[in-house]
């Protein structure tokens, strides 16, 4: 859902650009999720079975290009189906000092956790933010006709952009096909946009705080 995101993600479908390797807010995601799953265990007792990569409809070649690699599944006692686990430990722009964890889904984490949830036929998903101040639990529901709705927007960037711009590429090149590639650039947003930015902000007032825990800050920096 960022802007011009679409054709970055276009070039690097392509191996014309290298794909994004991380910068100081992924890096702090990777040094404290572990910190933050144990956390999560702690506030929930809930069982985790690690998964790391996981194919859509493995086997069908008309689905199997989306893929998803959640943290986990969760075995949650109070429910009888297996649940998805996201964890986020945003960075703040690196300012920890007044961090505090969400008090509700940001909208643009909506289209991963349903994408998850799809790819991994799972009927909820624990997103957890953690932040050294405290965090944050919050259950969210799985919506398939906002699925349906996202999943149209990413078949045309893949069908109608990535698919024929590799096959473009994978033949000799020529000044006629080079042309043909310049048209399949996409533009910045796609034409649902909107659509799924509105479906995603109802969905987010449908998702449950399960928990929030603010931890004791210094009287230091209470007043500051």
Not at 83 to 88: H, N, Q
Not at 94 to 118: I, T
Not at 119 to 137: E, H, Q
Request: net charge positive.
């Amino acid at each position: 859902m960022w802007h011009g995101r679409r054709a970055q993600l276009w070039l690097e479908k392509l191996g014309i650009t290298e794909p994004f390797s991380g910068n100081a807010a992924t890096q702090w995601k990777k040094l404290k999720s572990e910190l933050a799953l144990k956390q999560y265990m702690i506030i929930t007792h809930n069982n985790i079975r690690l998964l790391d990569f996981k194919v859509y409809k493995e086997g069908s070649h008309g689905d199997d290009w989306l893929a998803a690699s959640p943290y986990g599944m969760v075995a949650d006692g109070s429910v009888s189906s297996e649940g998805v686990l996201e964890i986020k430990c945003p960075f703040f722009n690196g300012n920890m000092v007044g961090a505090l964890p969400w008090a509700q889904v940001p909208v643009f984490y909506m289209p991963q956790a349903q994408g998850l949830m799809e790819i991994l036929n799972r009927d909820w998903l624990d997103l957890y933010c953690w932040t050294p101040n405290g965090s944050s639990l919050f259950r969210v529901p799985r919506d398939q006709e906002y699925w349906c709705l996202l999943k149209t927007a990413l078949a045309d960037f893949w069908w109608k952009h990535v698919h024929p711009a590799r096959q473009i590429l994978s033949a000799a090149p020529t000044e006629s096909s080079m042309e043909e590639l310049k048209l399949l650039r996409p533009v910045a947003r796609h034409e649902l946009f909107n659509s799924i930015a509105c479906a995603s902000r109802h969905l987010v007032r449908r998702c449950a705080l399960m928990r929030m825990h603010l931890n004791q800050m210094p009287r230091s920096r209470l007043r500051s």
